[in-house]
């Protein structure tokens, strides 16, 4: 039950995270919902069948790495200067984070060690709460 929870929470985070770093109808959004889409995935997984979560999350850090060449819309509108270059260089920081959480979160699940996912997982949180924070109006 509690792997089903942590499942359920990736997909829901990285559905969060679409939000952070674009907005929709934008290429970057797009690759977002990808990344949101791969992870639902693992909902409908046998929670023993440790290589298609691995596959699963693959795939989401496949459409992650493809999400970073595009830069969040809110960065790119913001008026130029030394906090928008800071901003962007902080955007990706967050975005290259989440794609090492991602390959982590893969790896905990190939090993088949639920120690492993909860601590990528708890990586995925913070760094979702940090993005959401800054890129967000919320």
Same mark, same amino acid.
């Given at each position: 039950?509690?792997?089903?929870?942590i499942?359920?929470? #990736?997909?829901?985070?990285?559905?969060?995270? @679409? +939000?952070?770093?674009?907005?929709d109808? #934008?290429?970057?959004?797009?690759?977002?919902?990808?990344? @949101?889409?791969?992870?639902?995935?693992l909902?409908?997984?046998?929670?023993?069948?440790?290589?298609?979560?691995? +596959?699963?999350?693959?795939?989401?850090?496949?459409?992650?790495?493809?999400?970073?060449?595009? #830069?969040?819309?809110?960065?790119?509108?913001?008026?130029?200067?030394?906090?928008?270059?800071? @901003?962007?260089?902080? @955007?990706?920081?967050?975005?290259?984070?989440?794609y090492?959480?991602?390959?982590?979160?893969?790896?905990?699940?190939?090993?088949?060690?639920?120690?492993?996912?909860?601590?990528?997982?708890?990586?995925v949180?913070?760094?979702?709460k940090?993005?959401?924070?800054?890129?967000?109006?919320?």
């Open positions: 039950m509690k792997l089903k929870t499942l359920c929470a #990736t997909a829901g985070l990285f559905f969060a995270m @679409s +939000n952070v770093w674009a907005e109808d #934008t290429p970057m959004s797009e690759q977002m919902s990808d990344v @949101s889409s791969s992870l639902k995935k909902r409908k997984i046998d929670k023993d069948d440790w290589v298609g979560m691995a +596959n699963a999350v693959r795939s989401a850090h496949v459409s992650l790495l493809k999400a970073m060449a595009f #830069t969040a819309t809110m960065v790119k509108d913001m008026k130029d200067g030394p906090e928008k270059v800071k @901003s962007l260089a902080d @955007s990706r920081r967050l975005l290259g984070l989440s090492a959480a991602l390959c982590e979160l893969e790896i905990a699940f190939l090993e088949k060690d639920q120690k492993k996912v909860d601590a990528a997982m708890t990586k949180k913070s760094i979702k940090e993005g959401h924070d800054k890129y967000t109006d919320d």
